[in-house]
């Protein structure tokens, strides 16, 4: 079939009695026409969704380039859809024939809705309305997938503003399947209706939200975007380190880096500026770093360099940095080399996580001594230890012999007098410091010279609970992550007495467990839980503001955002009570007011609600059985 020129004429754009084809036939009131303008590469996976799913679609572009890339796009992805069975080759035929493309506004002449996705930039976006608004019968809805300029002060430049509204898709919009439905003080309540519709007819999940910067899913995302770069910026860690410790500590797709130089640094710049303005909330100013990359043209993919290098402007392939490049990029030192010798473990503690720490390191090969307060306590840790094991064995993730192997290595001792000839001692008791302490001490009288204390602490200072030995140089923090077996994330955690020998024997046992060690200095809530808990902390002051509900917030968050689970239904599992504990630290420590928690979270706290385990958190749950 032959590509469609963008010299096309407007008169030969679809008339507005065009039918959607295949979609529903009792979804009323549906687009016919739908008219995209800007085909980068957000107007063309909105395009490629529309015409896909049977309307007419009106592509308009300046740039007769980057017409033709939309329609090369379109071909190329129709034709894997082919491939793969998905489509039949008459389906594909008719949804490139569906798929037009011109260089000038008056083809949207006869749309029934114009969905514009230009620069994000205002005064762009006020040009293209305050014409649309001329150019558009007056029935059309004009919709803008702006994600921080206001739609409220476009949809005012209009003699239409209660046919404007937010519409704004996920990239890739094809793959995604969120999509913000922005209603401003001026959008009637049938415009939004049926452009709700015609998101549900695209096998979407259309959110409501209201008129503000980033809405809810970049709201929460952008906000710990930035402090990802802050944390770069600061050469508290690595940029590799960063993302590694968020992809494999909170399961998401890309760490933040990553996905800064995805969605474009000159992008999220933008977006943050937006967000500052309308909260002047610190966590929202945009990390210098941002700047000075969006001045230097390191824009990310696009430009190909942004945090990292890549092979070619538009490429997704990491490639590594010049030599020069390299030394000036390093936050960090490299990971000092000649680790001290482990054969024994002793573990200290004897609940959840002292079991699965004495497990990974038992099926490491390793020789564990369980160290509990008393002997039953010690026994019963390893004997969920060995049901643990039990259940790898049944799903095929372990052989009778190795289980049988690992549950020989392990000793339960009710005397922590047992660990004085281990090389490497990992407490994992309450988190508590003055509890973290008192056992440090008794680990400096009992543990041989030279042995390397750890603690598994997610929160306090390790260098508090390091001082209260006479060997502080030989402590270090370990920070596994809940359930130890299946976690592949460790937070090695130096401070500035700990000994470079015991930061490279941390990060050498990890290697021997098979485990991701991610290298940070002392301070509160490391890597993961300094990005992690200020984004919580931030969706409940968003339902506190009656911006969202609990559900839209979790679903646009798991939809848009690729998140495992959304922050409502996270906080209610690690517990209110627990998550307010940690976002008090990060307070304390930064005295930044963004980072205060919630007077929300604090009110759940204190009536009780502390999620799945009492019943009720921000969801209500069934009781837990009583003991």
Same mark, same amino acid.
């Given at each position: 079939m032959d590509r469609p020129s963008s010299s096309a004429s407007p008169e030969s754009a679809p008339s507005a009695a065009a039918s959607p084809g295949s979609l529903p036939v009792d979804v009323p009131d549906l687009p016919a026409v739908i008219a995209v303008i800007g085909l980068?590469?957000? &107007?063309?996976?909105?395009?490629?969704?529309?015409?896909?799913?049977?309307?007419?679609?009106?592509?308009?572009?300046?740039? +007769? /380039?980057?017409?033709?890339?939309?329609?090369?796009? %379109?071909?190329? =992805? #129709? &034709?894997?859809?082919?491939?793969?069975?998905?489509?039949s080759e008459a389906e594909r035929a008719d949804a490139l024939a569906r798929f037009r493309t011109f260089p000038d506004l008056q083809a949207a002449a006869a749309a029934d809705l114009v969905i514009e996705v230009v620069d994000e930039r205002y005064e762009t976006k006020r040009e293209v309305f305050t014409a649309l608004d001329r150019i558009a019968k007056p029935e059309a809805i004009l919709a803008t997938g702006t994600n921080a300029l206001s739609v409220t002060r476009l949809a005012a430049e209009t003699s239409r503003p209660d046919r404007v509204l937010g519409l704004h898709f996920f990239a890739p919009a094809?793959?995604?399947?969120?999509?913000?439905?922005?209603?401003?003080? *001026?959008?009637?309540?049938?415009?939004?209706?049926?452009?709700?519709?015609?998101?549900? =007819?695209?096998?979407?999940?259309?959110? +409501?939200?209201?008129?503000?910067?980033? $809405?809810?899913?970049?709201?929460? @995302?952008?906000?710990? %975007?930035?402090?990802a770069a802050a944390m770069y910026e600061a050469?508290?860690?690595?940029?590799?380190?960063?993302?590694?410790?968020?992809? %494999?500590?909170?399961?998401?797709?890309?760490?933040?880096?990553?996905?800064?130089?995805?969605?474009?640094?000159?992008?999220?710049?933008?977006?943050?500026?937006?967000?500052?303005?309308?909260?002047?909330?610190?966590?929202?100013?945009?990390?210098?770093?941002?700047?000075? @990359? #969006?001045?230097? &043209?390191?824009?990310?993919?696009?430009?190909?360099?942004?945090f990292y290098r890549y092979e070619a402007p538009g490429s997704g392939v990491v490639v590594p940095d010049t030599a020069e490049a390299d030394t000036a990029d390093s936050p960090t030192a490299a990971t000092p080399a000649g680790g001290r010798s482990v054969r024994t473990v002793g573990v200290a503690g004897s609940g959840?996580?002292?079991?699965?720490?004495?497990?990974? $390191?038992?099926?490491g090969g390793f020789d564990v001594l369980i160290a509990a307060r008393t002997l039953e306590k010690a026994e019963q840790a390893a004997a969920r230890l060995a049901k643990s094991l039990d259940r790898s064995v049944a799903k095929g993730r372990l052989t009778q012999e190795q289980r049988d192997q690992a549950v020989a290595r392990v000793t339960p001792t009710g005397s922590y007098d047992a660990l004085a000839d281990a090389d490497l001692v990992v407490e994992a008791v309450a988190e508590d410091l003055f509890v973290k302490q008192q056992l440090f001490q008794t680990l400096d009288k009992v543990c041989r010279p030279g042995a390397v204390l750890a603690t598994t602490t997610s929160s306090l200072p390790v260098v508090a609970i390091a001082r209260s030995t006479g060997r502080p140089q030989d402590v270090v923090g370990m920070h596994f992550f809940n359930p130890a077996p299946a976690m592949k994330l460790v937070e090695v955690v130096h401070t500035v007495l700990t000994a470079d020998d015991v930061r490279a024997t941390a990060h050498q046992v990890c290697g021997a467990l098979r485990k991701h060690p991610v290298d940070c200095a002392d301070r509160a809530g490391f890597i993961v839980n300094a990005l992690l808990f200020p984004y919580l902390n931030n969706a409940?002051?968003?339902?506190?503001?009656?911006?969202?509900?609990?559900?839209?917030?979790?679903? /646009?968050?798991?939809?848009?955002?690729?998140?495992?689970?959304? +922050? $409502?239904?996270?906080?209610?599992?690690?517990? *209110?009570?627990?998550?307010l504990a940690i976002e008090q630290v990060l307070h304390e420590e930064f005295r930044d007011p963004g980072l205060a928690p919630a007077p929300l979270l604090e009110h759940l706290v204190s009536a009780g609600c502390l999620g799945r385990k009492t019943g009720r958190g921000f969801r209500e749950y069934a009781r837990p059985a009583a003991r």
């Open positions: 980068g590469t957000m &107007g063309t996976g909105i395009a490629e969704v529309m015409a896909r799913a049977g309307h007419e679609v009106v592509g308009i572009d300046l740039d +007769p /380039a980057a017409a033709g890339r939309a329609v090369a796009a %379109l071909e190329r =992805s #129709t &034709g894997r859809a082919v491939q793969r069975g998905r489509i094809p793959v995604m399947k969120l999509v913000e439905v922005v209603s401003t003080v *001026l959008t009637s309540p049938p415009t939004t209706a049926a452009v709700t519709a015609l998101v549900r =007819s695209l096998g979407k999940e259309p959110v +409501p939200v209201g008129d503000r910067p980033g $809405f809810i899913a970049d709201g929460l @995302l952008f906000g710990y %975007l930035n402090q050469r508290y860690a690595t940029r590799e380190d960063i993302d590694a410790a968020m992809r %494999l500590g909170c399961g998401l797709p890309m760490g933040p880096l990553a996905l800064l130089d995805l969605i474009g640094v000159d992008t999220a710049t933008t977006v943050l500026d937006a967000m500052y303005e309308a909260s002047h909330d610190r966590l929202h100013a945009p990390a210098p770093v941002l700047r000075q @990359l #969006t001045a230097a &043209g390191l824009l990310g993919r696009k430009s190909g360099r942004g959840t996580m002292a079991t699965g720490i004495a497990e990974v $390191f038992a099926k409940v002051k968003m339902l506190q503001d009656h911006y969202a509900d609990v559900d839209a917030i979790d679903a /646009a968050m798991k939809l848009g955002g690729g998140y495992p689970m959304g +922050p $409502f239904e996270l906080l209610d599992v690690v517990g *209110l009570d627990v998550s």
